[in-house]
T-cell receptor, first 114, second 113 residues
Framework: AQSVAQPEDQVNVAEGNPLTVKCTYSVSGNPYLFWYVQYPNRGLQFLLKYITGDNLVKGSYGFEAEFNKSQTSFHLKKPSALVSDSALYFCAVRDVNRDDKIIFGKGTRLHILP | ETGVTQSPTHLIKTRGQQVTLRCSSQ?????VSWYQQALGQGPQFIFQ???????GRGNFPPRFSGLQFPNYSSELNVNALELDDSALYLC????????????FGPGTRLTVT
């Protein structure tokens, strides 16, 4: 079965420090991987995707993600965190068994401390 | 460009009742997906509509049903509400051909008592 795992329920980072939100995946075939962000009382916003090509994917708001096939990981990163980055982050994968629908992880809450 | 809108914002229903949630797609998008997000969980795929027909369904019982209209707006209907149906219901629109880049509405918070 296709799945993603986000091992951390919450990540705390001081403003200005680099941040990493972890995601590992389990898929058959080539993985299509995504990151979404959810701000309070808002819907999810698409951040970035990996389908093929460079392992380092750049997305919105200065975020990037590194695809690592050997470690089956797709960690979200940002060189310098902002307080406004505080939100709920979801990793997601294409479900090849269900006509390419998207399966989401349970989410990681990111707190950026001023 | 008009984003995805959903109505109502909040809703309180009693167990056994029926509810209809509404979604207007982003301009130009012809595919609508519905998700259920329980507290502390990621969104769970309910179903997707393309050209007014269901185009894939998640592990939800038949009492969850939907419609898509010619203007690509959509409804989610839930019959015989159960307490576990309490959740945030998200609608997402996309273009056929780029199904992964989904644009989400703010959601409808449904509480079943």
């Amino acid at each position: 079965a296709q799945s993603v795992a986000q091992p951390e329920d919450q990540v705390n980072v001081a403003e200005g420090n680099p941040l990493t939100v972890k995601c590992t995946y389990s898929v058959s075939g080539n993985p299509y991987l995504f990151w979404y962000v959810q701000y309070p009382n808002r819907g999810l916003q698409f951040l970035l995707k990996y389908i093929t090509g460079d392992n380092l994917v750049k997305g919105s708001y200065g975020f990037e993600a590194e695809f690592n096939k050997s470690q089956t990981s797709f960690h979200l990163k940002k060189p310098s965190a902002l307080v406004s980055d505080s939100a709920l982050y979801f990793c997601a994968v294409r479900d090849v068994n269900r006509d390419d629908k998207i399966i989401f992880g349970k989410g990681t809450r990111l707190h950026i401390l001023p | 460009e008009t984003g995805v809108t959903q109505s109502p914002t909040h809703l309180i229903k009693t167990r056994g009742q029926q509810v209809t949630l509404r979604c207007s797609s982003q301009s130009g998008h012809n595919t609508v997906s519905w998700y259920q997000q329980a507290l502390g969980q990621g969104p769970q795929f309910i179903f997707q509509y393309y050209r007014e027909e269901e185009n894939g369904r998640g592990n939800f019982p038949p009492r969850f049903s939907g419609l898509q209209f010619p203007n690509y707006s959509s409804e989610l209907n839930v019959n015989a509400l159960e307490l576990d149906d309490s959740a945030l219901y998200l609608c997402a629109s996309s273009l056929a051909g780029t199904p992964y880049e989904q644009y989400f509405g703010p959601g409808t918070r449904l509480t079943v008592t």
